[in-house]
């Protein structure tokens, strides 16, 4: 009888040994205890926090040649980036972090702006005015004219010693490139709302203009769509040109201009949920 208890146990033993050698070690167990919400919020903030570690806000300039290599193994990709080589020459990148369009944006137009004096004087008349339109609009006075005014100072500066490199600085200091980029969020919330019998048809959920502007335009980091295009491009009377690698069939690369009657003075490169620069050859 001890014989058969002894076997039994150890029968126990090698059992269980051979559950803790197949138990999974390199994936947490799910734990009830933990708000899973709360622990996709800490994952993601980590993974943007690595981003913004590892990326530039905006990067230097690349010959595009970088792209064809990036994508070498890649034939869809590969044959797009080949097609679009005699049209342009460069790439400046741009970090991924939901604002890519806007910080591509105002960087490729600011640096236009800098070789193109009189499109910066209309910038800066057109932004003279903004700040009162968004007052009228119910923006909160205090933190508008913070965002408004730091923008002012970038604009007023380029204007007495413009430069690459000190746009370079400007976009890549992370409390100026920010202002920037919270100020153009609230033109295009601006122009949405004002528009909002137009755009009100473009908006899915059956939410109004209103609440998407406050949920998905307002807000940082929250990533730019054909909406947001067409209201910034319109307010500032700016002409984009958006070329589209995608998976497509062929070799071709699709193109959008924005607004539509308007020549293009930046050129953005768009990969699926992401904006670079584009430089004409």
Known sequence: MEDKNQENIE???????????????????YDPNVNQDELIMAQEKQIAEEIKAKTAMVGTLESLSSLEKEYSHDPVYSSKVVTLMPKFSNV?????DGN???RGFIFAYLEYCIHHREELSR????LEGSKEELFEMGFPKFTTEDFHDMFMEVVS???GSGSVERVEAVCNDAGTSDYLVVYLRLLISAHLQKNAEFFSCFIEGGRTVEEFCKQEVEPMYRECDHLHIVALTSALGVGVRVMYLDRGEGATVLSHDFPEDKDPI???LYRPGHYDI????
Request: hydrophobic content about 20%.
């Open 278 to 281: 584009l430089y004409k050859a």
């Open 123 to 126: 910038f800066k008349k057109y």
């Open 100 to 102: 890519c369009f806007l």
């Open 157 to 159: 500066d380029l204007e």
């Open 266 to 268: 930046i050129h953005l």
């Open 92 to 96: 400046r990148r741009t970090r991924p």
């Open 11 to 29: 029968n126990k033993d090698i059992n269980q040994e051979n559950k803790d050698n197949n138990q999974d070690t390199t994936s947490p167990e």
